[in-house]
């Protein structure tokens, strides 16, 4: 069907940043993850995990707690601010100094009134929730000490937070502190260091549950202050505690990369006296343990080893179905890669700065399976360091290859390239256009004399660039309401059509000669995670969270029959069953039938022109069909052709001289630059 | 299997006409496991060194005067100290010639005896219940002693006990019938008092043994009904205050040993280790109202692991230290040497690996301890199932009249009349829930005919054998009488059904079956299963064909692989390899032979038995076992039916056993020589097997490895295609 020369490439050296801090919203079902880099990112569970929202770090920001209050995220870190988050615009909306040093925790009680932030200098300082804002309002009694965790009894009457050596218990409304439940050190030679209660959980029986650095979980008695049991679950620290919603298990996380589960159980059978029973062990990551959610049916967790690991509870989810797989989240449901595709040229984004490279070259030409001698080595063009603190949050090299931009929270930056074969020159673009600004999706036309830039309220700015300036021409709006960010934008290969899609699930397609609305592609209930628009049929391919296939005619303005058909048809299960979305789609100028698509872990090529593959056909084929007969392997061959020889895949891009461009990340060379584990005793070592 | 070792004499008794104890007053290891004091009840202490058989030396007091408790060897002094005339205490060295010189101090009350442990301090035990140090009992020997027992109680007996931490004394006294024990902490010092369960009204204690594992005191108890008990003290205990309440002490029963009509008088009980008992002066389970017996039972399995009848007079007294029993009987003091290696599961009965059959066949009727141990039914655990059925076994033989009847009728009746009752009551038993007490009726069969040679049910006998009920341990005559009566199909149901038969037994039936002629062994009805399975095994014995485990009876004979080509070669190997093919036994013989090789055995134990079989049974079994083993590897099917058959490893094991117990001998002998020649060249053909699949092994992980090493680097333009 086809042969390819692909430029395997592994010098992507991106790496991500360590999980701090997760809350789960329960009611909308968003998971919110703050690195350490700063950056925020929201996971929608109920739309197969997708990534959809990613608001970029900053240098010096340091998020140790994040919280849900509604739909409202806050977040709170050893700056000693306590940041509001604007998910529709994906930036901070405000921060505010909360005048106590870093802040170690913040926790809002359940009615999404009042934050409480614990904080160095042993304050507990309680925040009004006001419909724009958040205000002081008054400190609970000072302590001596840092605040190391909060948690609030579910009524809001009553306060716990963790310290060193103790726990305190604080009554919400004088202020006072009721109860000091004294933590024991650890024994030996940690007697002497401060024990560190990294984590309480207040229960609604008043039960308080409480990890510390001694490696204890302890379980107390809240309206006494007494300790009720103690839990040695590691020699390291406990750092992190989730409850579930119904208070009948309590997970900890702790330095060894493990996850303890603790159940509220009778010890025996039908018996009423229930105690907290130390029941499962997960280990699922190598490093600590920072962050854990504890959703009713799963455990989700992430650490230093940066991977977001979705762990189903099976007694409470359906064994071998799609939802009992464990999900790790290792990579960005995003592209972090542009390539120029005339150009030959690759464009890596990273939190802080810009690497620009030029592939390789091999005169040669080879079969199947084998590696082409490298004549010129791939080579690093530029190193483009941003300007002040803010991290990068999107990037866009154009096909041309000399057009360059990236934006910020704060700015937009463009600058123009001239490469020859030994003369490299970057010139920034001075005067940009106003309306450039709060954007989060940066795309260059194929003929590189338009720059389209996603803004707020779902917007997307056009801007005309030339050799000398670059001049504003439109806002492109839709009408639909949504103010969701745009994180897609798709300009047609003939420069007609931009199709944009936003994380309300809708793909709206415009027409750049009339600057306006074209249509909208009827709402489907996942979002988008890939749009393309077919450069001869016209037709838009859109790929969806939950692994959907659709094609629209945009000049019928319907569904293709081809589509119809898939629909009808449905999908392969083993398609169906990847977990990582696809993150780019693109065409074969030479076989209009022919659609490429890749997700983490292969990369596909549907050829429409193939019947699709039955439930039960074997879906990855490639092996057998590579073993028949030419005349026989036409009869056996479906419309999927998935390769798999290349893993961990952040891009997939076919250059104008039809050869490909896969940019691995393997994992292990993630891993290779993770710092070292606690040591632990491995048996016969 | 724990096993008593012949013993020998340490020294000569004065017999003791009308006394109940022996002369001997108590044995103390001296500064070796190889040398003990003997503290008679007179005058004399004297000191042996046992492998030797010799006294060492020996002290006296003088005429008149009296020890009055067990002379003990201080380890920390090389001092020996006893106690003459209740309040003098005696000290001296064995370079001490006479004893009335050496020291001596008196003591303001009366003592009961002296301890010394394992390298700790001696300590003095009053008669009132009073502990003292050695020495600081001697810094002022006229200090006044507390009585710590109340009026009327009394010592019955006393030990010492070293923990890691502490030394404690124990003893336990009787007060109107209830029965206490003291432990008694020295350094710091503190009392701790408990109370003994009650056992039936008037009985008391005959003997009590204490050991100290797992932070526990381990009491162990015998009483004249026959019920060994347990207790466990522990060590740290409550906090002590002053012993104020005797607290209650939970036992648990380890034993019911048989005790028959009467009670015991004299009798012991000590543990050798933590599953081994060893029981003295209790009758042997299959020997008749006699008691002059040493026994080993195990506890954890309920069976008796050793036995051995001692002759004369047993005064209910035993020690042991380090592998050696001393025990005092008639006029002489045995030193018996006895080995109880760790009781695992598979010790105690042996190899069974036929875990197929075993599943299949027998768990249904007899209880496999993987049943027992792992089993559905068997939620209770092992020991505590055993000892319900001990337990009821009393209760429910005093409630079902019936059985008692007919065990009284087995004593008199004529067999039919006994074969009817038998089969009448078996048919009332629930077959789930088989009473015990059935195993008594099997027991009475047996000694009827032992008694009277004319009497011999079989009927009634291969009824009783597949339940649940009997063993070898509790009937042990039975399969030789069965043996003796030419009753194989009895024979081949107790080896089916019996765990636990000793090796020298099945030695012995492997040793009639092999004998037994052919004719003869047709002439048998058998357990129709196992003949079916021979009838197969020699009905398609000519249909087999091919290659099977990489071995083919054609090429056994040489190592030419072109033989197989050549059609002509192939036919006269072929002729050359069948006479092994034929069954070398008529079937019922086969048979009863697989149910031998089927049995439990440890290897050492069988090994001297196997010695004895002459050469002509050594090579007809041989040339069986090779025909089982030709047949099994040359077609697949000892997998593939559901027969009870002998699993391959077992006919291997048999095959090298009886290589190991002859080799010689065949060696030597015309007739085996073509059979180890075969076995060789089968082996080697096997060895072969192996080793091509071991380079086959070693070409699958090269290529694994060379999967492996692409390692692409950091860029790379590579070619791929898609289909």
């Given at each position: 069907m086809g042969e390819f020369k692909v430029h395997?490439?592994?010098?992507?050296d991106y790496m991500p940043s360590a999980i701090r801090s997760m809350a789960f919203n329960s009611h909308t079902e968003r998971l919110a993850v703050a690195r350490a880099d700063g950056a925020v990112e929201i996971f929608?569970?109920?739309?197969?995990?997708?990534?959809?929202k990613v608001i970029a770090g900053r240098d010096?920001?340091?998020?140790?707690a994040l919280c849900w209050v509604g739909c409202r995220l806050f977040s709170a870190g050893l700056d000693g601010e306590i940041t509001e988050y604007d998910l529709e615009n994906l930036r901070p909306r405000y921060s505010i100094e909360a005048?106590?040093?870093?802040?170690w925790t913040i926790s809002g009680n359940s009615e999404g009134t009042l934050l409480a932030a614990g904080c160095e200098d042993g304050t507990v300082k309680m925040f009004e929730v006001l419909e724009d804002r958040i205000q002081f309002q008054r400190n609970l009694s000072r302590q001596k000490g840092r605040i190391i965790s909060l948690s609030w009894h579910p009524s809001g009457a009553q306060i716990a937070a963790g310290m060193m050596d103790m726990i305190r218990i604080f009554?919400?409304?004088?202020?006072?502190?009721?109860h000091r439940l004294l933590v024991d050190r650890g024994v030996g030679?940690?007697?002497s260091r401060e024990v560190v209660v990294w984590s309480v959980a207040f229960l609604n029986d008043h039960t308080i549950i409480s990890g510390d650095s001694a490696g204890k979980v302890q379980i107390w008695d809240?309206?006494?202050?007494?300790?009720i049991r103690t839990h040695?679950?590691?020699?390291?620290?406990?750092l992190v505690l989730a409850v579930s919603q119904d208070e009948s298990s309590v997970i900890a996380g702790t330095s060894e990369g493990t996850i303890v589960q603790f159940q509220f159980i009778s010890?025996?059978?039908?018996?009423?006296?229930k105690l907290w029973v130390r029941t499962r062990t997960f280990k699922n990551?190598?490093?600590?343990?920072?962050a854990l959610v504890h959703t009713d049916s799963a455990v989700i967790s992430g650490g230093m080893d940066t991977q977001l690991v979705v762990r189903p509870l099976l007694d409470k989810v359906e064994k071998n179905t799609q939802e009992s797989a464990l999900r790790k989240i290792?990579?960005?449901?995003?592209?972090?890669v542009s390539c120029a595709k005339k150009a030959g040229l690759l464009l890596f984004q990273f939190p802080d700065h810009l690497e620009l490279w030029r592939l390789g070259e091999s005169d040669r030409n080879g079969t199947p399976g084998e590696s082409l001698p490298v004549n010129r080595k791939p080579e690093k063009l530029i190193q483009l360091k941003t300007k002040g603190e803010d991290h990068i949050c999107c990037s866009a090299l154009s096909p041309c290859g000399s057009w360059l931009s990236y934006a910020t929270v704060a700015a937009v930056r463009l600058y123009r390239l001239q490469i020859s074969s030994n003369n490299i020159s970057i010139q920034k673009v001075s005067k940009l256009p106003?309306?450039?600004?709060?954007?989060h999706q940066l795309c260059f036309s194929s003929d590189s004399c338009r720059l389209f830039a996603s803004s707020s309220f779902s917007s997307v700015v056009v801007v005309a660039l030339n050799q000398t300036d670059c001049k504003y021409l439109h806002t492109l709006k839709h009408k639909s309401g949504s103010r969701q960010p745009i994180h897609i934008l798709s300009p047609s290969e003939d420069g007609q059509w931009l199709a944009t899609a936003n994380t309300d699930c809708e793909i709206h397609v415009f027409n750049l000669r009339k600057m306006k609305l074209h249509c909208s592609v009827p709402a489907y209930s996942s979002c988008p995670t890939a749009v393309s628009i077919h450069p001869t049929t016209g037709n838009l391919v859109s790929v969806h969270a939950d692994q959907q296939i659709f094609e629209f005619s945009l000049k019928q303005k319907e569904y293709s029959e081809w589509s119809r058909q898939l629909q009808r048809q449905g999908l392969h299960p083993l398609w169906l069953q990847?977990?990582?979305?696809?993150t780019s789609i693109s065409f074969n100028p030479n076989n209009p039938a022919h659609i490429m698509l890749h997700d983490v872990f292969m990369f596909c090529i549907i050829d429409q022109s193939l019947p699709l593959p039955e439930a039960?056909?074997?879906?990855?084929n490639q092996m057998i069909l590579r073993s028949l007969p030419q005349p026989q392997r036409l009869r056996e061959s479906h419309a999927f052709k998935t390769c798999?020889?290349?893993?961990?895949?952040?891009s997939v891009n076919l250059l104008e001289d039809l050869s490909l461009v896969v940019v691995e990340r393997p994992l292990v060379d993630i891993v290779a630059q993770l710092p070292a584990p606690v040591r632990q005793k491995k048996f016969a070592t | 299997m724990a096993a008593l070792c012949e013993g020998y004499t340490l020294c000569g008794l004065?017999?003791?006409?009308?006394?109940?104890?022996?002369?001997?007053?108590g044995i103390e290891e001296e500064r070796d496991s190889d040398h003990v004091i003997v503290t008679d009840s007179s005058r004399s202490v004297t000191l042996y060194k046992v492998s030797d058989q010799k006294p060492l030396g020996s002290w006296t007091v003088k005429?008149?005067?009296?020890?009055t408790c067990a002379a003990v060897f201080?380890?920390?002094?090389?001092e020996y100290v006893a106690v003459s005339d209740n309040k003098v205490i005696r000290i001296w060295k064995e370079?001490?010639?006479?004893?009335?010189?050496a020291f001596k101090a008196t003591v303001s009350a009366d003592v009961r005896s002296v301890h010394c442990a394992h390298g700790a301090e001696p300590a003095v035990l009053f008669q009132r219940g009073a502990v003292r140090l050695l020495d600081s009992l001697l810094s002022a020997p006229q200090q006044p002693v507390e009585e710590v027992?109340?009026?009327d109680e009394a010592i019955r007996w006393s030990t010492n006990i070293v923990t890691e931490t502490q030394q404690m004394v124990i003893f336990t006294t009787e007060l109107k019938g209830d029965h206490f024990l003291y432990l008694q902490r020295l350094k710091p010092n503190s009392v701790q008092k408990y109370r003994l369960e009650p056992e039936e009204p008037g009985l008391s204690p005959l003997s009590f043994w204490a050991s100290y594992r797992d932070k526990n005191i381990c009491l162990l108890y015998l009483y004249p009904n026959g019920r060994v008990y347990q207790s466990l003290v522990s060590?740290?205990?409550?906090?002590?205050?002053?012993?104020a309440q005797a607290v209650p002490l939970p036992r648990d029963q380890l034993l019911s040993l048989p005790v028959g009509e009467e009670l015991l008088e004299a009798a012991s009980a000590i543990f050798l280790d933590d599953a081994h008992v060893a029981v003295v002066g209790v009758p042997h389970p299959?020997?008749?109202?006699?008691?002059d017996f040493l026994c080993i039972w195990?506890?954890?399995?309920?069976?008796?692991?050793a036995a051995k009848e001692m002759a004369?007079?047993?005064?209910?007294q035993l020690w042991s230290f380090s592998s050696k029993l001393f025990i005092p009987h008639g006029k002489a003091l045995s030193v018996i040497p006895f080995a109880c290696p760790r009781s695992s599961l598979a010790l105690a009965l042996?190899?069974?690996?036929?875990?197929k059959t075993e599943e299949s066949k027998t768990s249904t009727v007899v209880p496999s301890w993987n049943t027992i141990l792992?089993?559905?039914?068997?939620?209770?655990?092992k020991t505590a199932e055993a000892r319900k059925t001990r337990t009821t076994r009393k209760m429910q033989s005093s409630l079902s009249l019936t059985i008692d009847q007919v065990q009284d009728l087995i004593k008199t009746a004529p067999v039919e009349e006994v074969e009817k009752e038998v089969q009448e009551l078996l048919s009332r038993q629930d077959p789930k829930d088989p009473q015990p007490s059935l195993g008594q009726l099997a027991l009475a069969l047996v000694s009827r005919s032992l008694a009277d040679p004319k009497f011999y049910s079989s009927r009634a006998l291969t009824q009783l054998?597949?339940?649940?009920?009997?063993s070898h341990s509790v009937c042990p005559d039975l399969l030789p009488l069965a043996l003796e009566k030419r009753d194989y199909f009895l024979c081949q149901l107790c080896l089916l059904f019996?765990?636990?038969?000793?090796e020298a037994v099945t030695c012995a039936c492997l040793k009639t079956f092999i004998s037994l002629s052919d004719a003869d062994a047709e002439r048998l009805s058998l357990e129709p299963d196992s003949v079916s399975f021979v009838e197969m095994l020699i009905s398609n014995e000519r249909a087999q064909t091919g290659l099977q485990n990489g071995f083919s009876p054609a090429l056994c004979e040489e190592d030419r692989t072109d033989a197989v080509d050549d059609p002509k070669a192939k036919a006269k190997e072929k002729q050359k390899a069948?006479?092994?093919?034929?069954?070398?036994?008529?079937k019922h013989k086969a048979a009863l032979i697989n149910e031998v090789l089927q049995t439990a055995y440890s290897e050492a134990l069988l090994l001297p038995h196997l010695k004895d079989f002459s050469s002509d049974q050594v090579v007809l079994f041989l040339r069986y076992l090779e025909f089982l083993y030709l047949r099994y590897s040359t077609d697949g099917f000892s997998q593939m039916h559901g027969y009870r058959s002998p699993s391959l490893n077992q006919v291997m094991d048999w095959v090298c056993m009886l290589l190991d117990a002859h080799f010689t001998v065949l060696v030597m002998s015309p007739v085996a020589k073509g059979l180890l020649l075969n076995l060789q060249s089968f082996v080697r053909s096997q060895v072969r097997l192996f080793s091509e699949l071991g380079k086959i092994e070693g070409s699958l992980q090269e290529l694994t490895k060379m999967k492996m090493k692409k390692d692409v680097g950091q860029y790379s333009i590579e070619v791929i295609e898609l289909y």
């Open positions: 395997r490439v592994r010098f992507f929608n569970f109920a739309d197969n995990y997708f990534q959809e010096g920001r340091s998020i140790e005048y106590g040093g870093p802040i009554d919400s409304e004088t202020g006072h502190a009721t030679a940690s007697k809240g309206l006494t202050g007494t300790l040695l679950v590691t020699k390291w620290d406990v010890s025996t059978v039908g018996q009423q006296d990551h190598s490093h600590d343990v920072r290792a990579f960005p449901h995003r592209n972090l106003r309306e450039l600004k709060s954007v990847r977990d990582t979305p696809v039960k056909t074997k879906f990855y798999k020889n290349f893993q961990h895949l952040l | 004065v017999p003791a006409v009308n006394r109940r104890s022996s002369e001997i007053k005429q008149g005067q009296v020890l201080n380890r920390l002094t090389n370079d001490d010639i006479i004893l009335d010189k027992l109340v009026q060590v740290r205990g409550p906090a002590p205050d002053d012993g299959s020997a008749g109202p006699g008691k195990n506890t954890n399995f309920q069976t008796l692991q004369g007079k047993l005064y209910g042996g190899k069974l690996k036929q875990v792992h089993g559905e039914e068997a939620a209770p655990p054998v597949p339940i649940r009920c009997l019996f765990h636990d038969i000793p069948s006479p092994q093919q034929t069954c070398p036994v008529g």
